[in-house]
Every structure is written in structure tokens, then in C-alpha cells.
């Protein structure tokens, strides 16, 4: 530790450096773990449904048969949280998350993301906000 303050003493200039390139790292590392989940609205939902996207709906089954965005695949937050494991294949592929309000489908989104999905995203303000913009449900 003598030795690191004896060298920033006779070389403030390269600490001032390294502090620099140390905070431009760490704020490209946020920006990459930020860009591999978010919340998206209802337009860009509707954009990456049309890319091929998968959208998994959290809420339990007869909520799903009330009314869901067509084409979602009923999946339970507590078969995300067990490892998703019937979703392996789609690692890669843009998946989009929703339940009710958002909060629910943020948690499995994020889990998703420490499980190894590349681009894992939550509906904002979930189905509320779908209905809000006066978005089509089917039902079952």
C-alpha cells in the first residue's frame, strides 16, 4: 500500500488514467447488462412480436384463459424461477415477458437474464397498459 501512494505521488496523472478508464468500463458494462433486459411499451412489444419474438405471460392459468395478447404462451413465474427449461432453445431469441401490471413478469425477465437469455424484456405496466392502449385480447 506504501509502495501504490508513494507512485500516485509521482504520478497523479496516470491514476487520474486509470480512475478514468475504470469508470468508462464500469459505465459500458452497465450499459451492455442494461440493454439485455428492460421494460419496453406496447409499440415496440408489437415490433418484436413481429420480429419472431416469444411472449410468455406470468399470470396463472385461468387468468390466462380470461384474456391474454394472442400469440402468448402461458408460462408460470414458478416454472421460470425452476430454470425455464422448456425455453433453452429460445436463448437467443427476443423474449418478452408480461402479467398484469409488470411487476410479476419483471422479476421472471430479470431471472431469465441470469439464466443466460440473451434479450429479456418486460411488458411496461403489463396487461394494463396494453388494455390502456386499447390493444387486442383474446380469450380462451
Not at 468500463?25 to 409499440?43: L, M, P, Q
Not at 419472431?52 to 421460470?80: M, N, Q
Request: aromatic content about 8%.
Amino acid at each position: 500500500m506504501q509502495h501504490f501512494l508513494e507512485y500516485s505521488q509521482h504520478h497523479p496523472w496516470y491514476v487520474v488514467a486509470a480512475l478514468v478508464m475504470m469508470g468508462v468500463v464500469a459505465i459500458s458494462e452497465f450499459r451492455v447488462a442494461r440493454a439485455s433486459f428492460g421494460s419496453i411499451g406496447s409499440a415496440e412489444v408489437i415490433r418484436l412480436m413481429n420480429g419472431g419474438a416469444l411472449l410468455i405471460d406470468v399470470r396463472r392459468e385461468a387468468e390466462f384463459a380470461t384474456s391474454h395478447i394472442a400469440g402468448a404462451r402461458s408460462i408460470t413465474s414458478d416454472k421460470i424461477a425452476d430454470g425455464a427449461e422448456s425455453l433453452q432453445r429460445f436463448k437467443d431469441k427476443p423474449i418478452i415477458v408480461c402479467c398484469d401490471t409488470g411487476a410479476t413478469a419483471g422479476a421472471a425477465a430479470r431471472h431469465l437474464v441470469r439464466l443466460g437469455f440473451k434479450q429479456a424484456f418486460n411488458l411496461r405496466g403489463g396487461l394494463s397498459a396494453w388494455r390502456q392502449d386499447n390493444l387486442p385480447l383474446v380469450k380462451d
